[in-house]
């Protein structure tokens, strides 16, 4: 099993930049890519980017040109550098691991709040 735990999330002024980190644990020999998630009060759960284990990466349209995720060679620690941060993007930022066999993310972490003002 792989454990996740974020950290880095807090308060930041509209323009600004934060960085969130993810620590990964466990059987990460399995692990074959790992995602950033938010979800925004009363909002759907929503991608925001992924990175695989060729490092391949992909954002979300809302991001892209402002966050970039990225991760050490072990995969112990996946990381969200996120500038030019804007209000709408308040929001709980999760971090999730895909294993092979699974077609979708199957472990997650308890996520980190990042909230943004005007």
């Known amino acids: 099993q792989v454990q996740l735990v974020e950290s880095g999330g807090g308060s930041v002024r509209a323009g600004g930049s934060l960085r969130l980190s993810c620590a990964a644990s466990?059987?990460?020999?399995?692990?074959?890519?790992m995602a950033w998630f938010r979800q925004a009060p009363g909002e759907e759960r929503e991608f925001v980017a992924q990175?695989?284990?060729?490092?391949?990466?992909n954002h979300a349209d809302s991001v892209k040109g402002r966050f970039a995720i990225s991760r050490d060679n072990a995969w112990n620690t996946v990381y969200l550098q996120m500038n030019s941060l804007k209000p709408e993007d308040t929001a709980v930022y999760y971090c999730?691991?895909?294993?092979?066999?699974?077609?979708?993310?199957?472990?997650w972490g308890q996520g980190t709040q990042v909230t943004v003002s005007s």
């Open positions: 990175i695989t284990r060729d490092d391949s990466t």
């Open positions: 999730a691991a895909k294993t092979y066999g699974t077609s979708w993310y199957d472990t």
């Open positions: 466990g059987r990460l020999f399995n692990v074959y890519a």
